[in-house]
């Protein structure tokens, strides 16, 4: 019975020790533990992105825009070479306005097409978007819209994006910028007369784009959307290369650049192997403003 009362005496004063021990360990390191941050300017940098009950703001890192042909010759090729390096330093400084890709947080990508509309190649292309039941994005030359009304509309109506080429395609990045106003301008009235909306992306012709024409697009609410990846279908007409820039190259948030104009046989050929492609590979093709997050009209 003495060998009890003693054991559990000795566990009493055992248990008074931790107790206190433990409030000497915390009244004397309490400095080690985890900081608690009394304003934004202490928190790491990896938490300072975003705030509690705040949608995070994400920061689109551009790609290196990827394509070739062996049909340039060294001259075209070192040029296009130069220019897809300046571009890209230009939209990392430009985020917000000037885009060539999306982010990488899905496999998705978005296919677009330049300089038409015609009534042959554009409705071709169409009718094979239509069949595997995707959406691309036109960029039309605003000086062509009443011509080809109707297959305006039809790419419309059928769900695509309709957005514009300039008016008069021609390089920006040689206008004055009241020049580059009435481009946007007579392309935005073009575009309201035959489907009623005026875009609120434009792809300048060639990609030629100065701090000008940045400023203006921006002044215009127009974001200007580029590409990250170059199926070079004017440069290179055989369709299964055009098929091979693009599944050899593709990553989550390119844009892929195609055309939908005049002698583009080339292009209508390539695109279902493309759309099989992608869909094997796991990617889904969205328009530009579900890509890029943004609206596709101004109105």
């Known amino acids: 019975m003495k060998k009890a009362v003693?054991?559990?005496?000795?566990?009493?004063?055992?248990?008074?020790?931790?107790?206190?021990?433990?409030?000497?360990?915390?009244?004397?390191?309490?400095?080690?533990?985890?900081?608690?941050?009394?304003?934004?300017?202490?928190?790491?940098?990896?938490?300072?992105?975003?705030?509690?009950?705040?949608?995070?703001?994400?920061?689109?890192?551009?790609?290196?825009?990827?394509?070739?042909?062996?049909?340039?010759?060294?001259?075209?090729?070192?040029?296009?070479?130069?220019w897809r390096k300046s571009v890209k330093q230009t939209a990392s400084e430009n985020t917000g306005s000037l885009y060539l890709n999306g982010t990488f947080k899905k496999p998705q990508v978005s296919l677009t097409f330049d300089d038409g509309p015609d009534e042959e190649f554009t409705a071709r292309v169409l009718d094979v978007l239509k069949q595997y039941q995707v959406p691309g994005t036109f960029f039309f030359k605003g000086n062509q819209l009443d011509r080809y009304a109707p297959i305006v509309k039809r790419a419309y109506n059928e769900g695509n994006l309709i957005e514009s080429h300039a008016y008069s395609h021609q390089e920006l990045d040689k206008m004055i910028p009241q020049d580059?106003?009435?481009?946007?301008?007579?392309?935005?009235?073009?575009?309201?007369?035959?489907?009623?909306?005026?875009?609120?992306?434009?792809?300048?012709?060639?990609?030629?784009?100065n701090n000008d024409v940045i400023a203006v697009c921006n002044n215009n609410g127009e974001k200007i959307i580029l590409w990250s990846i170059d199926t070079l279908d004017w440069a290179q007409p055989e369709p299964n290369h055009i098929a091979q820039n693009v599944l050899e190259n593709?990553?989550?948030?390119?844009?892929?650049?195609?055309?939908?104009?005049?002698?583009?046989?080339?292009?209508?050929?390539?695109?279902?192997?493309?759309?099989?492609?992608?869909?094997?590979?796991?990617?889904?093709?969205?328009?530009?403003?579900?890509?890029?997050?943004?609206?596709?009209?101004?109105?």
């Open 6 to 82: 003693l054991a559990i005496v000795l566990i009493i004063i055992s248990l008074i020790a931790c107790l206190k021990g433990y409030d000497w360990i915390k009244e004397n390191f309490k400095d080690a533990r985890v900081p608690q941050y009394e304003n934004k300017e202490s928190i790491p940098p990896s938490q300072a992105d975003t705030k509690e009950n705040d949608i995070p703001v994400v920061k689109i890192i551009p790609l290196d825009i990827l394509g070739n042909s062996d049909k340039l010759s060294q001259s075209q090729w070192s040029a296009m070479q130069n």
């Open 180 to 209: 580059i106003e009435k481009e946007i301008a007579a392309s935005d009235k073009a575009f309201e007369r035959v489907i009623g909306v005026q875009p609120a992306m434009i792809r300048p012709p060639f990609g030629a784009i």
């Open 250 to 299: 593709v990553r989550p948030g390119d844009i892929i650049l195609m055309h939908s104009c005049k002698d583009q046989e080339s292009t209508v050929q390539a695109l279902p192997l493309i759309i099989k492609g992608l869909k094997q590979k796991g990617y889904e093709m969205v328009d530009l403003s579900v890509l890029l997050n943004i609206p596709a009209y101004k109105n």
